[in-house]
């Protein structure tokens, strides 16, 4: 919180990078890992195949639960999440197909978080 603060109060932006967690926070790790996916790949730096537990999936099941009950993907959810903060300026995302980046897109539908998603947001990611 500190170094948004201080950017915050110096007129600076913070960017996000990987809002996504590398994808993680997507729908495509919720069954098993894709053959082409980050994780899978044996040069990959950020993401390895022993990262993806099952105690993260069982996270990421319980959060794909909260983002359809807003109508949103876990990736739309996490998005917004990030983006709440009015001193993040933005989120550094990529994508490998225009899909995707439509979906990404579509976050801005809903922006807006209630308390209670909040903290079983939190709950959740502090399990």
Same mark, same amino acid.
């Given at each position: 919180?500190?170094?948004?603060? @201080?950017?915050?109060?110096?007129?600076?932006? +913070?960017?996000?990078? !990987?809002?996504?967690?590398?994808?993680?926070? *997507? =729908?495509?790790?919720?069954?098993?890992?894709?053959?082409? !996916?980050?994780?899978?790949?044996?040069?990959?730096?950020?993401?390895?195949? &022993?990262?993806?537990?099952?105690?993260?999936?069982?996270?990421? &099941?319980?959060?794909? +639960?909260?983002?359809?009950?807003?109508?949103? *993907?876990?990736?739309?959810?996490?998005? +917004?999440?990030?983006?709440?903060?009015?001193?993040? *300026? !933005?989120?550094?995302?990529? @994508?490998? &197909? +225009?899909?995707?980046?439509?979906? =990404?897109i579509q976050a801005?539908? =809903?922006?807006?978080?209630?308390?209670?998603?909040?903290?079983?947001?939190?709950?959740?990611? =502090?399990?």
């Amino acid at each position: 919180d500190n170094l948004l603060d @201080t950017q915050f109060s110096l007129g600076g932006g +913070v960017i996000c990078y !990987s809002a996504l967690q590398q994808g993680l926070l *997507t =729908n495509k790790y919720i069954d098993a890992i894709p053959e082409d !996916s980050r994780a899978k790949n044996p040069d990959a730096i950020w993401l390895k195949e &022993k990262d993806v537990t099952k105690e993260l999936v069982e996270k990421l &099941k319980k959060l794909d +639960v909260i983002a359809k009950k807003r109508g949103q *993907t876990i990736a739309q959810m996490a998005l +917004v999440w990030t983006l709440r903060n009015e001193k993040m *300026t !933005s989120a550094l995302i990529s @994508t490998s &197909k +225009v899909k995707q980046l439509e979906e =990404n897109i579509q976050a801005l539908d =809903n922006m807006t978080f209630t308390d209670d998603e909040l903290k079983a947001i939190d709950d959740i990611l =502090n399990s």
